[in-house]
């Protein structure tokens, strides 16, 4: 049965609704987290609120690799010490974190916003692969900056690989090594939900993309 309640105050209702509408948060959670603010000092829930309002109007998406960042262009592609002739391409934000956590990768990325999946509505265009593309291909003409390999770093379900073949087939036209995680990564399986162990090695023991 569906979670009701009546409330003592519109503004609480508001609350609830706003609340409810981030991911895996129901009704009931909200009001607790909703009658828990008000219970904190004014100052503490101002900063709150403030740190969203910057985080959705301040944040910025890195120009090189489309990461979130401070700056136009984030830390990763600002550190010269990385090794920029390698790209690992995933499908969020979280899957960076996921392998910088894992302290075996010291290459760029190149981050696609999602992969490809018709179901849902989503083509190659919604993504960031034509940018990829063209960085790959600008790149190209630098030699000094030319990335040696594309890694895709995408979960092994028929929709990671559907973007990984299309991506391959996109960049088939430059001369860029294109490979892939070793599966130690089980079939179907996110990088946000694998172990740093599991990850760090399937970053190691890449191979080649294979059609």
């Known amino acids: 049965m569906a979670f009701k309640e009546n409330y003592p105050s519109k503004l609480l209702e508001d609350a609830v609704d706003a609340i409810s509408s981030l991911p895996g948060v129901g009704r009931r959670s909200a009001l607790r987290l909703a009658l828990h603010l008000l219970k904190q000092p004014v100052e503490n829930v101002h900063h709150f609120t403030m740190a969203i309002d910057r985080l959705r109007d301040d944040v910025k998406y890195c120009r090189h690799c489309r990461m979130i960042s401070d700056d136009d262009i984030c830390s990763i592609c600002a550190d010269r010490s990385r090794d920029h002739s390698l ?11 996921s392998i910088e956590n894992t302290g075996q990768y010291r290459g760029v990325y190149h ?17 960031t692969i034509k940018e990829l593309v063209s960085r790959v291909a600008s790149e190209q003409d630098d030699m000094s900056t030319a990335p040696a390999e594309v890694i895709l770093a995408l979960s092994g379900d028929v929709e990671g690989e559907t973007t990984s073949f299309y991506i391959y087939r996109q960049l088939s036209q430059f001369n860029v090594k294109v490979s892939t995680l070793a599966r130690g990564l089980g079939f179907g399986d996110d990088l946000e939900y694998a172990d740093e162990l599991t990850l760090g090695r399937s970053i190691v023991n890449r191979q080649p993309f294979k059609v």
């Not at 790209?87 to 974190?97: G, K, L």
């Not at 981050?111 to 993504?127: A, E, H, K, R, T």
């Open 111 to 127: 981050v696609l916003g999602g992969i490809i999946s018709p179901i849902n509505g989503v083509g190659p265009s919604d993504l």
């Open 87 to 97: 790209i690992c391409v995933v499908e969020s934000v979280r899957d960076v974190m």
